[in-house]
């Protein structure tokens, strides 16, 4: 079971959009329709995002959606805010009720 | 409101078992709906999954941690536990538990998280 790959960071402008990727294999990403993100500020639990790949759970804003192509995830924040600054993390399921994290990436806004 | 609560030492020596435990309030640990988890994360570090448990017992751990790791469940006091055997500095870390909801196969509620140091 290897980790997931994210960029370590990313940043934009207010009203800007980003692209969080998250690469893995065929063995997790590839084989599930199953990724999800979470958004974690500094000394606060991780927050849901986005599960399923796709989905946005209840009270999540619109801003954020996620798609995925083969082994690799993706996590898009539009209109960026102040309030989006924060880490990133992505989790993908990988058989047998087993799950695995990416590393994170440290999304800055300018 | 659900909610989980993590428990434990905050200081463990080298060589010995890290023990945690989660409370679940606001709702069942019984349900067939979620699996519940521990994740970690060192200081300044990701998230890494440690394992999950279902409420029949059935556990599933990650690969790298397996000949360490035990998570068991208290149905009766809506708890399930987590010991880590053998630790090292490097088990130094934020433990979080968490809830999976089969539904989603995703972690959609987590605990504030506690932090155990293993120094001597």
């Known amino acids: 079971q290897s980790a997931l790959t994210q960029p370590a960071s990313l940043s934009g402008s207010p009203g800007q959009s980003i692209t969080i990727s998250c690469t893995g294999t065929?063995?997790?990403?590839?084989?599930?329709?199953?990724v999800s993100w979470f958004q974690q500020h500094p000394g606060k639990a991780p927050k849901l995002m986005i599960y399923?790949?796709?989905k946005r759970p209840s009270g999540v804003s619109n801003r954020f959606s996620g798609s995925k192509s083969g082994n690799t995830a993706s996590l898009t924040i539009s209109g960026l805010q102040a309030e989006d600054e924060a880490e990133y993390y992505c989790?993908?399921?990988?058989?047998?009720?087993?799950?695995?994290f990416g590393p994170g990436t440290k999304v800055t806004v300018l | 409101q659900l909610q989980l609560q993590e428990s434990g030492p905050g200081l463990v020596n080298p060589s010995e078992t890290l023990s945690l435990i989660c409370t679940v309030t606001?709702?069942?640990?019984?349900?067939?709906?979620?699996?519940w988890a521990w994740v970690r994360q060192p200081p300044g570090k990701g998230l890494e999954w440690i394992g999950s448990?279902?409420?029949?017992?059935?556990?599933f751990y990650n690969p790298s941690l397996k000949s360490r790791v035990i998570i068991s469940i208290d149905t009766s006091k809506n708890q399930f536990s987590l010991r880590l055997n053998s630790v090292t500095a490097a088990d130094t870390a934020l433990y979080y538990c968490?809830?999976?909801?089969?539904?989603?196969?995703?972690?959609?509620?987590w605990g504030q998280g506690t932090l155990v140091i293993v120094s001597s």
């Open positions: 968490a809830r999976l909801t089969t539904a989603i196969v995703a972690f959609d509620f």
């Open positions: 606001g709702g069942s640990i019984s349900s067939s709906s979620y699996y």
């Open positions: 448990i279902y409420y029949s017992g059935g556990t």
């Open positions: 065929s063995s997790d990403i590839g084989s599930y329709n199953l």
């Open positions: 399923e790949g796709t």
């Open positions: 989790c993908s399921y990988a058989g047998s009720s087993t799950h695995v």
